[in-house]
């Protein structure tokens, strides 16, 4: 069981430069997010979807870009990277539900540099 | 709005050492906590959860209890082994969905043989 797949797993950007930060999961969860998490603070939500077509703004979006055309798949697209784009980025997913919360289920992690 | 703080890292014990680390939280309801970890290079992975006051959360040897009255879920571990080494995070949601998490900073823990 794959669980939430991320790649790739390290990328060095030249500013100015774009690319695209893949998640994949496979246990069906309508719910995907993006994270980022930088040094000494906790993880800051980018962006987030509810189901495949429908996409929202985190707490700091600016710079980013996303798509969920599937159910498994959800996107993270950088634009014109900037150094303070420099973090390590999660995707997540869950699948909330009544009589409880519904934990979080995180891929490794990418860790993006860039120069 | 809500918030999460976390004890200042990095810890560093000896295996067999006992563990806390402090949580406290800021929340206009009544969320419910969790503990992440965090191992090297990997992502978060759920440790454990409490979704009311006065409620325990447990896994391999970890504990955690809901204080609503302190607003506290410190992290208890009474015998540390080198494996224990990760990232901890204390995070609160107040509904189901993954949007509405706050984390902590995280906690980084050592342990020495």
């Known amino acids: 069981n794959a669980g939430v797949t991320q790649t790739p797993k390290f990328r060095i950007l030249k500013i100015g430069q774009s690319m695209t930060l893949q998640c994949t999961q496979d246990?069906?969860?309508?719910?995907m997010y993006w994270y980022r998490q930088d040094p000494g603070m906790g993880l800051k939500l980018i962006y987030y979807s509810v189901g495949a077509g429908i996409t929202d703004k985190g707490e700091v979006p600016n710079g980013y870009n996303v798509s969920r055309s599937t159910t498994e798949d959800f996107p993270l697209r950088l634009e014109l990277a900037a150094p303070s784009q420099t973090s390590v980025y999660f995707c997540?997913?869950?699948?909330?539900?009544?009589?409880?919360?519904?934990?979080?289920?995180f891929g490794n992690g990418t860790r993006l540099t860039v120069t | 709005g809500n918030s999460v703080t976390q004890m200042e890292g990095p810890v560093t014990l000896s295996e067999e050492a006992f563990l806390t680390i402090n949580c406290t939280y800021t929340a206009t309801g009544y969320p419910s906590l969790f503990w992440y970890v965090q191992y090297p290079g990997e992502g978060l992975q759920l440790l454990l959860k409490?979704?009311?006051?006065?409620d325990k959360g447990s896994n391999k040897g970890f504990e955690a209890t809901y204080r609503k009255e302190t607003t506290s879920f410190h992290l208890e571990k009474g015998s540390v082994q080198v494996s224990d080494s990760a990232v901890y995070f204390c995070a609160l949601s107040e509904d189901n969905y993954g949007q509405n998490f706050v984390f902590g900073p995280g906690t980084r823990l050592s342990v020495l043989p």
């Open positions: 997540a997913s869950s699948y909330p539900k009544g009589g409880g919360p519904s934990p979080l289920h």
């Open positions: 409490a979704t009311k006051a006065d």
């Open positions: 246990m069906n969860h309508n719910y």
